[in-house]
Nanobody, 120 residues
Framework: QVQLVESGGGLVQAGGSLRLSCAAP????????MSWFRQAPGKEREFVAG??????YYADSVKGRFTISRDNAKNTVYLQMNSLNAEDTAIYYC???????????????WGQGTQVTVSS
């Protein structure tokens, strides 16, 4: 069982930045593909960014604004979010899985989510 704990969400003005963190305390997850998803009210959960052994990949809507990175020594994945806009408002979830994929169903472990709210 992999427990994922997100942090770093909050309220930010449009154009601002936030950095989300996802930690897996007590567990080595360097062999997992890690991704961030988000879910806005009334919408389905959508892929945001992922990172695996072969590199990082992004949804078109965040490409050039968000950066995913990982520190395997700290068992932590980060999502740096810049140039935020109101459409980025959602609950952001961290996920771990065995495959490099953008489908939520393919991920085995999930965090509890962290709220990001962008005011316009």
């Amino acid at each position: 069982q992999v427990q994922l704990v997100e942090s770093g969400g909050g309220l930010v003005q449009a154009g601002g930045s936030l950095r989300l963190s996802c930690a897996a305390p007590g567990r080595t997850f360097s062999n997992y593909a890690m991704s961030w998803f988000r879910q806005a009210p009334g919408k389905e959960r959508e892929f945001v960014a992922g990172i695996s052994w072969s590199g990082s990949y992004y949804a078109d809507s965040v490409k050039g604004r968000f950066t995913i990175s990982r520190d395997n020594a700290k068992n932590t994945v980060y999502l740096q979010m810049n140039s935020l806009n109101a459409e980025d408002t959602a609950i952001y979830y961290c996920a771990a899985g065995q495959s490099r994929t953008t489908y939520a169903r393919d991920y085995d472990y999930w965090g509890q989510g962290t709220q990001v709210t962008v005011s316009s």
